[in-house]
């Protein structure tokens, strides 16, 4: 068993540098026991260790949540007694180390007596720490008793399955009852690669992975940094969080920086993560979108605007065609009303006038409005949405095909009743009044939100589709028609092209986001993209 000497107070700090472990581990005039672990995987560990290091290998026992009696059988094998005080390292950007810390943590270590080396053997070895690739001798076995699971850390498909529904937030844009954290990359939250044939993340989970919690050097950030980070993906102290990976071990970095960095109580790993996800038998929906829902086909808007259930009032709709009232007049979806692009532009700068003319639209403020436009992103639809959610609505979406595609697949179309000859067409005709509108408000953001809105830095997306692209850009304003997120038909490139897209331009996901341009509309289009996308913090210049 490897002796490092302490003083005689001992931090309990969770992270120890690399030149803390390389002052204490040849000092014998330390009488506490302490173990050194090296989490990663058995081959990485014969490449070259810290000397002394016992391997903790996972990948040897699986990364599936060990059993009390398998976790027993590992402390032992450690050498880890009752009163040890263990540091973990890996050399796989530390997620092998938390993994090991969560499962210790969970039968039975307590915090304060496990640490991990952080930036793991890159830091030991940049702080001149020696490496080996010599084996050690088996460590005489420890005495430690694994406890019981503790009950809340680990969670399982049932919770997560229900913790979808309670992540949906509860306005746009805005928190849900849970927060769902994806620990993968972008390639794989956007569906460009995937482990298990199915590409995409949880339903309303948001990403959080080692490329933001880590520093270029493999070092956790700082504290500060990643409170505001998780700030602006909705999370703070007394909201339950669920990490998830592919397989359960990437998982535990953010559980590793929310539970023990940050104290938060309310942390649980899926360790399952995907692995199980994906081959539960009901095929569970996976999202390559950060908020599809905010996108509705042809064939859907078409079922749910069923006569049948409109009148026995199952499909809790709004439909209202933005086009021009010409092309309404030829031929529309059946129950939309029409308030033609030409009036959003006044209303958006006017949401008293917005909601006067909602509520006596006869819409109905709790069901979801689907805008029509002449397809694929349409701007003039993108103000709209920008508009009705400024509002405080909850559920706008965009319907994807143009018209002439609605027909085509055989959906009908209905007329307008004729007007008299020389009367006006006025838009929304009035129906009976809907009040709630004019008690709609958007929510409030968190103490934690507003101060992360407070430090975040700050960039400008100018996004005007007839200006060239400035050499003068610099880090606080990016120049990015919005035209180059969607193909030339403006149907919407894929997610990872999206996204990739903004951050070559050099857009930061951790900045504060404000959008730009002459045209509202155009800067709106833009907006619906990074919010699809989920750009945590991005709204429009103020009107």
């Known amino acids: 068993m490897l002796s490092l ?23 014998s005039a330390s009488t506490r026991s302490w173990v050194l672990l090296d989490a990663s995987p058995r081959p990485i560990h014969l490449a070259g260790h810290i000397p002394g290091a016992v391997n903790a290998d996972l990948m040897f026992g699986g990364t599936t949540l060990p059993t009390q009696a398998q976790m027993q059988a590992r402390l032992r094998a450690w050498g880890i007694g009752p009163d040890s005080r263990i540091v973990v390292y890996d050399n796989q950007d530390t997620m092998w180390a938390t993994r090991v810390i969560f499962d210790l943590h969970r039968h039975g270590v307590p915090l304060d007596r496990l640490h991990v080396l952080d930036g793991g053997l890159k830091a030991w070895q940049a702080a001149g720490g020696a490496v080996t690739k010599e084996g050690r001798p088996a460590p005489v076995p420890g005495t430690a008793v694994a406890a019981p699971a503790r009950a809340g850390l680990a969670v399982e498909l049932p919770e997560v399955l229900a913790a979808t529904g309670r992540a949906a937030p509860r306005q746009p844009g805005g928190r849900g009852d849970t927060v769902l954290v994806e620990a993968l990359e972008p390639p794989w939250y956007h569906g460009q690669r995937n482990f298990f044939g199915r ?4 339903p309303h989970a948001r990403m959080w992975s080692k490329l933001d919690l880590l520093q270029a050097d493999g070092r956790f950030k700082p504290l500060p940094e990643l409170r505001r980070m998780a700030a602006m993906l909705g999370m703070d102290e007394q909201t339950p969080v669920i990490t998830y990976c592919g397989g359960g071990v990437a998982a535990t970095l953010p559980w590793f920086a929310l539970h023990v960095l940050m104290g938060w109580p309310q942390v649980g790993v899926y360790v399952g993560s995907q692995r199980e996800w994906v081959r539960d038998e009901r095929g569970l929906p996976m999202w390559t979108w950060a908020e599809p829902q905010r996108l509705r086909s042809a064939d859907w808007l078409a079922t749910w605007n069923d006569e049948l259930l409109r009148l026995t009032g199952t499909a809790r709709l ?17 129950h939309a009303h029409s308030l033609p692009a030409e009036h959003w532009a006044t209303l958006h700068q006017d949401p008293a006038a917005l909601r006067e003319a909602l509520a006596a639209s006869g819409l109905d403020p709790a069901h979801e409005i689907v805008l029509v436009g002449q397809g694929g992103l349409d701007p003039a639809a993108a103000l709209a949405w920008a508009s009705l959610e400024a509002l405080g609505h909850r559920q706008v979406a965009l319907l994807l095909e143009p018209m002439d595609e609605w027909a085509l697949r055989g959906h009908p179309l209905a007329k307008p009743k004729a007007a008299a000859p020389g009367a006006a067409v006025a838009p929304l005709a009035p129906q009976r009044a809907q009040p709630g509108w004019a ?6 953001p968190t103490n934690a939100e507003t101060r992360a809105d407070r430090t975040a830095p700050r960039q400008v997306l100018r996004v005007d589709s007839r200006v060239a692209v400035a050499a003068g850009d610099t880090a606080h304003t990016v120049t990015l028609p919005w035209t180059a997120l969607v193909n030339p038909d403006r149907s919407l490139k894929a997610p990872h092209e999206v996204y990739e897209r903004l951050t070559q331009a050099g857009l930061s996901r951790w900045a504060h986001v404000e ?18 996308v989920g750009w945590p913090s991005v709204a429009m210049a103020a009107r």
Do not use: C, T, Y
């Open 439 to 444: 008690s709609m408000r958007p929510e409030a």
């Open 199 to 202: 590409p995409g993340h949880l």
């Open 5 to 27: 000497a302490l003083p005689v107070f001992v931090s309990a700090q969770p992270l120890v540098d690399a030149a803390w472990l390389k002052a204490r581990l040849h000092d």
């Open 515 to 532: 959008v730009q341009a002459a045209d509202p509309a155009e800067a709106a289009a833009a907006l619906f993209v990074l919010r699809l």
């Open 318 to 334: 709004n439909v209202i065609d933005v086009r021009p009232a010409p092309e309404h007049a030829l031929g529309h979806v059946p």
